[in-house]
């Protein structure tokens, strides 16, 4: 299959605010792509569409050839930016309420990605700092055997030394034939492992580039290209 996801004129409003605006845009298998944009561009809310939590005004969205629905439920794992694990829970019980939840959840994945992670499964979810917590999140929604990824803000709260960790956990335990939607502001730091980039701006994608021929038409990093369109 060419296309694993394909949106098409999806549009959202909040009141008058249009958080997006006709976006359309495909995604092959086997790619990881980071969704880049300003604070407000509409990153989180396009992520929340296709992930099934809130709805659009208009468009279509389908996954592997589905409309976006109670069907493509088992094809898409997302990470939100905020944790959805409940604060009386140790890691353990995070980990076993996924597994009861999911059946397409790996646990012995799971296992291999907390010691990879250094998360103990007997800590507090409570205890958990952002970072660490952030690992936790991650480690749930990897575990999970699907076609498609969205990952939003992964590494937002971890420390620069602790990044390129979590980065190699997301390489190496995202299945290679499915695909990974990334939101970020750090672009300088994540952008080795991009693919594919997508700007977007104010609701709307402004680019949709390989980062190989975006190095060679622009001669630029993602970072400095994200650096001129968005720069204040
Ligand atoms: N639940 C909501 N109610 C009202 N307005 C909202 C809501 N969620 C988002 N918005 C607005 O929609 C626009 C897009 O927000 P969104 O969170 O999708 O952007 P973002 O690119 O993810 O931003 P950030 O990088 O700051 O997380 C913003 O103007 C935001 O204020």
């Not at 493509?72 to 140790?90: G, H, N, Q, V």
């Not at 998360?119 to 917590?133: F, W, Y």
């Not at 498609?148 to 390489?171: H, N, S, T």
């Amino acid at each position: 299959m060419d296309t694993l996801l394909r949106v098409n004129g999806l549009s959202k409003k909040y009141g008058s605010r249009q958080a997006l605006d006709s976006v359309s845009f495909s995604v092959g298998p086997g790619k990881i792509i980071g969704l880049l944009g300003a604070n407000g561009s509409g990153k989180s809310t396009l992520m929340q569409i296709i992930a099934g939590l809130t709805p659009a005004a208009s468009g279509e969205i389908a996954v592997m050839g589905k409309p976006l629905g109670k069907g493509t439920k088992s094809l898409i794992s997302y990470m939100p930016d905020r944790p959805m694990t409940e604060s009386w829970m140790k890691v353990r019980d995070a980990v076993a309420f996924y597994n009861d939840f999911y059946a397409d959840f790996d646990g012995s994945k799971a296992r291999e990605m907390l010691s990879f992670m250094n998360l103990d499964e007997r800590s507090a979810v409570s205890s958990l700092s952002k970072g660490m917590n952030e690992r936790l999140q991650l480690t749930l929604a990897l575990s999970r055997n699907v076609n498609l990824y969205l990952l939003d803000e992964p590494i937002g709260g971890v420390d620069p030394v602790a990044r390129d960790k979590i980065l190699d956990a997301i390489v190496r335990f995202y299945s290679e034939e499915s695909s990974l939607i990334v939101c970020t502001h750090l672009v300088r730091d994540m952008e080795r492992i991009f693919d594919e980039v997508m700007f977007l701006k104010d609701g709307r994608i402004t680019l949709h580039e390989e980062v190989e021929n975006l190095r060679i038409k622009h001669g630029r990093s993602v970072d400095d290209m994200f650096k001129e369109v968005f720069g204040e």
